[in-house]
């Protein structure tokens, strides 16, 4: 999958997009369309062609939920506001980040660069606009824990510590979780392995309040696991969990 690639299904009308290394994802439910995070701005074009294949367009959208504000994944978000209308939710917590105000461990990441998978990110990171997103001052506030009145109903799960208004969000009626960067299903700074995993600690604001964040998933089910960098995961959150735990 790369830029130029509209969404692939990966559910009934759940539809992964985004690149190899970055995911965003667009909900067609019953009451209307969601997009969930919003990858890097140059994936604007992905989004146009994704809802024109399934003949909508983009004032279709009724509401963009971010899981964050990190710039790979509120990349698009203040355009889907401005041009579309469409009205942006995102934790208070994150407003420095959407300002693009945030710490982004980026002296930690250039630091690493030696390692060829995070050298390929970085240089994605770079030529998808992921230092120029445009800040996000207009947003829905998510206080904690909710059942959002959008199409869907996702029920939020506020799970601090990659961020501290990191959130998940969970579509009963698809039964997926879109976990975001709280649980990453690739380790792409050294390659190990795609399975569930929390990302590199210095990745995380707070890596202890990430790993305490856990527990808030593990009651939830049977679900698609949709995170914010690799595959999608189907099975129980608490082995999800479980797996994130034992990957330290
Ligand atoms: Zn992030």
Same mark, same amino acid.
């Given at each position: 999958m790369n830029d130029t690639t509209a969404g692939t299904a990966v559910a009934d009308g759940v539809y992964r997009c985004g690149s190899d290394r970055v995911n965003w994802y667009l909900i067609d439910a019953d009451d209307g369309l969601v997009v969930v995070d919003t990858g890097f701005p140059s994936h604007w074009n992905q989004l146009l062609e994704l809802l024109e294949s399934l003949?909508?367009?983009?004032?279709?959208?009724d509401a963009c939920l971010l899981t964050h504000a990190h710039p790979d994944h509120a990349g698009f978000a203040d355009r889907l506001r401005t041009e579309a209308d469409v009205p942006v939710w995102l934790h208070e917590a994150d407003a420095e980040h959407a300002r &693009?105000? /945030?710490?982004?461990a980026v002296a930690q990441a250039v630091a690493r660069l030696w390692r060829p998978e995070l050298f390929r990110y970085f240089l994605e990171f770079a030529r998808s606009g992921g230092f120029s997103v445009p800040p996000l001052t207009t947003f829905r506030s998510i206080d904690g824990r909710e059942t959002l009145?959008?199409?869907?109903s996702p029920r939020v799960i506020h799970v601090p510590?990659?961020?501290?208004g990191h959130v998940a969000f969970y579509f009963p009626d698809h039964e997926v979780l879109v976990c975001g960067d709280e649980i990453?299903?690739?380790?792409?700074?050294? &390659?190990? /392995?795609?399975?569930?995993q929390l990302l590199?600690?210095?990745?995380?604001?707070d890596h202890e309040q990430a790993d305490d964040s856990l527990a808030r998933l593990e009651?939830?089910?049977?679900v698609l696991l949709l995170p914010g960098h690799g595959d999608p995961w189907r099975g129980r959150t608490e082995t999800a969990v479980d797996l994130a735990r034992r990957r330290e």
């Amino acid at each position: 999958m790369n830029d130029t690639t509209a969404g692939t299904a990966v559910a009934d009308g759940v539809y992964r997009c985004g690149s190899d290394r970055v995911n965003w994802y667009l909900i067609d439910a019953d009451d209307g369309l969601v997009v969930v995070d919003t990858g890097f701005p140059s994936h604007w074009n992905q989004l146009l062609e994704l809802l024109e294949s399934l003949e909508y367009d983009v004032t279709d959208v009724d509401a963009c939920l971010l899981t964050h504000a990190h710039p790979d994944h509120a990349g698009f978000a203040d355009r889907l506001r401005t041009e579309a209308d469409v009205p942006v939710w995102l934790h208070e917590a994150d407003a420095e980040h959407a300002r &693009g105000e /945030g710490d982004l461990a980026v002296a930690q990441a250039v630091a690493r660069l030696w390692r060829p998978e995070l050298f390929r990110y970085f240089l994605e990171f770079a030529r998808s606009g992921g230092f120029s997103v445009p800040p996000l001052t207009t947003f829905r506030s998510i206080d904690g824990r909710e059942t959002l009145d959008v199409p869907g109903s996702p029920r939020v799960i506020h799970v601090p510590g990659h961020t501290e208004g990191h959130v998940a969000f969970y579509f009963p009626d698809h039964e997926v979780l879109v976990c975001g960067d709280e649980i990453v299903t690739v380790d792409f700074v050294a &390659g190990r /392995g795609h399975r569930p995993q929390l990302l590199a600690a210095w990745f995380n604001a707070d890596h202890e309040q990430a790993d305490d964040s856990l527990a808030r998933l593990e009651p939830i089910g049977e679900v698609l696991l949709l995170p914010g960098h690799g595959d999608p995961w189907r099975g129980r959150t608490e082995t999800a969990v479980d797996l994130a735990r034992r990957r330290e």
